[in-house]
Every structure is written in C-alpha cells, then in structure tokens.
C-alpha cells in the first residue's frame, strides 16, 4: 500500500471525475459513505430509505440487507432492493452482492484503505450493473475524512451500455459516539449536491451495536426543487 498514497487517490479522483460532465446516466447517486472496515466475524442486518425529490416526481427506494465476514478482511452481504413505481405501487426491484474488503488494518498507515465490488439485477429485466470502488478514510484529531471513488458499467435490455463514475465523500466530527454530526458531498452522471448528516453509535456486550445515520442532500448543480433524504440503520453481531 506505500505506492497507493493518499495524493495518488486524489489524483485519481480528479482524473476519473473530469470527464463526469459528459457520463450522464439516470441513477441516484446518493447512498451510504462507505467505510474501508471489517470486524472478524462479523455478522450485521441493514436497512436503507431513499427518498428523491424531484420538480415533478418523488422516488422512494428501501434496501433489506444480511451480511457476514468471510474472513478478518472480507464482508459479503446480499441486498434486497425495493421502489415505490409511477403508480405509487411498492415493489420487488433488485437484487445485489457486495463484497468489501479491507486492504490495511486501521491505523497501519496514514490512511485506511479498502475495495469495494458490487453486481447488481433487476428483478423482472435482463439488466446488470457491476461496480468497483477505492474506500479511503483519514483522522484528523477529533474529525474523520471518508471517500468513496466508484466505476460503474451498466447493460441490459433496457439500458444502454454506458460506463459511469461516481464520488462519495464524508466529513465527520467524533463529537460522541451516540452523535457525530457531518458534511456529505456527492457528484456523479448528472448530479452534484451537499448536506448535513448526522450518525451515530451504540455498543452493546461483545461485539453487539447498533448504527444509524441519516443525511439531507441538495443539489448544487440545479435551481429546481431537487434533494434527496436518506437514512440507515444496521445492527451488528
């Protein structure tokens, strides 16, 4: 990892999201600030709210997750995607795999680095998507920067193949566990948009604790009425 430095990441960052002007697509790119982390042995259930707004319309996603450690530094969890369709019907969407993988242990180097890959489909069309992504996390005393830099290739009957990259990014203050507010950034296809987040923490015996975490995104690119809410909570054992 001492030829993958945090200025190479950020030259990466800035090589891949130059040309992301140009790589409309038609997703949301707001969701989950991934961090490079995994527990040995760990097991956890998540659930996700999406909630997109639009001038004219308003999308509704939630996301049913089960995960487990395959190794110290290997997590694997399946997801079950669901969405609120044009006649306000709630419904079986997608499913996805997403393996995350550590690649340093915390505080090895002078960041944390990690991967993550996911496959996902639709479930009543033949169409895919697969990304891969490069998770970074640094401390700064008592505040935490996290990134997220993804290459998406979606296809399938009703896509066009097209190869999209998308950029997550986190800065949290460790205020208290239970409480940690943030700034979140996002910019991908054709979307560019920032807000408050807060998160939070409690443990309980062992290796028991509950996450939650919630953030309001606002686009920056845009003057029409267009923000999206979201907010998760995961149990880990």
Do not use: C
Not at 45 to 74: C, D, M, P, Y
Not at 91 to 96: D, K, N, P, R, S
Not at 186 to 204: E, K, L, N, S, V
């Amino acid at each position: 990892m001492k030829s993958f430095t945090a200025r190479g990441f950020i030259r990466l960052v800035l090589l891949v999201l130059a040309p992301v002007h140009l790589a409309y697509g038609d997703g949301v790119v707001v969701d989950k600030v991934y961090h490079p982390y995994v527990l040995p042995n760990e097991t956890e259930v998540e659930w996700r709210l999406l909630s997109h707004r639009q001038k004219n319309s308003n999308s509704l996603g939630q996301r049913f997750a089960f995960g487990h450690s395959l190794s110290e530094t290997i997590m694997a969890e399946f997801y079950v995607v669901g969405e609120r369709d044009d006649t306000n019907d709630f419904g079986l969407q997608a499913y996805e795999i997403e393996i995350r993988q550590m690649l340093t242990q915390q505080g090895q180097y002078w960041a944390d680095w990690g991967m993550l890959y996911e496959v996902e489909k639709q479930h009543d069309r033949d169409n895919w998507e697969v990304s891969t992504g490069v998770l970074f996390e640094k401390e700064f005393g008592k505040t935490s920067l996290t990134m997220n830099l993804f290459g998406v290739y979606e296809w399938g009957e009703d896509l066009k193949d097209e190869f999209e990259t998308e950029f997550r990014l986190k800065y949290r203050y460790r205020w208290i566990p239970a409480f940690q507010p943030a700034i979140e950034f996002y910019t991908g296809q054709d979307f560019t948009g920032a807000g408050p987040a807060f998160m939070g923490i409690h443990r309980f015996s062992g290796q028991k604790q509950l996450k939650w975490e919630a953030a309001f995104i606002s686009a920056l690119n845009t003057h029409s009425k267009n923000h999206t809410f979201r907010m998760a909570i995961e149990y880990e054992f």
